[in-house]
């Protein structure tokens, strides 16, 4: 090797060493566009202490991603939802891991997966934003923000 292929080779791996680490650590998922949907109106927070979340979470990452939990401190407890309709009867059930392919988004909405929220810490106005923390396997972080809306008419 010559000393110009010598130090193509050192600026390659130099390059190398350098992005490795700094894109898996600055990358990671964005909750887009999340909401809340309050009890329809007359209900009382009291009479019905759930609520459901909404939004989309984006992996723009190059690895895929996976939400191990959910916590937030305006509810007692937050858990990932699945609704289904089996034999014409609508279902829910737990979704204890949702993983995100690279490049790929998790959609929660009305009918589909959503956030169980229960039992909110005090009475939310619709406007209010919450916060909701996802634990990512790998022992990352996301933090989402909710705006909390009145269930459409
Ligand atoms: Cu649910």
Redesign the pocket.
């Known amino acids: 090797m010559n000393a110009f292929a010598y130090r193509v080779a050192a600026v390659v791996l130099f390059a190398l060493v350098l992005s490795a680490p700094v894109a898996a650590r600055d990358c990671r998922p964005q909750v887009r566009e999340g909401w809340v949907r309050m009890p329809p109106s007359g209900m009382s927070m009291k009479s019905m202490p759930t609520m459901?979340g909404f939004g989309r979470i984006v992996n723009r990452c190059s690895t895929p991603t996976t939400i191990l939990s959910a916590r937030s401190p305006s509810f007692a407890s937050v858990e990932l939802?699945e609704?289904k309709v089996i034999g014409g009867v609508s279902k829910?059930r737990p979704v204890p891991t949702l993983r995100i392919a690279p490049d790929g988004a998790a959609v929660l909405r009305p009918g589909g997966m959503?956030l169980?929220l229960m039992r909110p810490g005090a009475t939310l106005k619709a406007g209010s934003r919450i916060v909701v923390e996802f634990e990512l396997a790998g022992g990352g972080m996301l933090l989402g923000e909710f705006e909390v809306r009145k269930p459409e008419l």
Do not use: G, W
């Open positions: 459901a939802h609704t829910m959503h169980m």
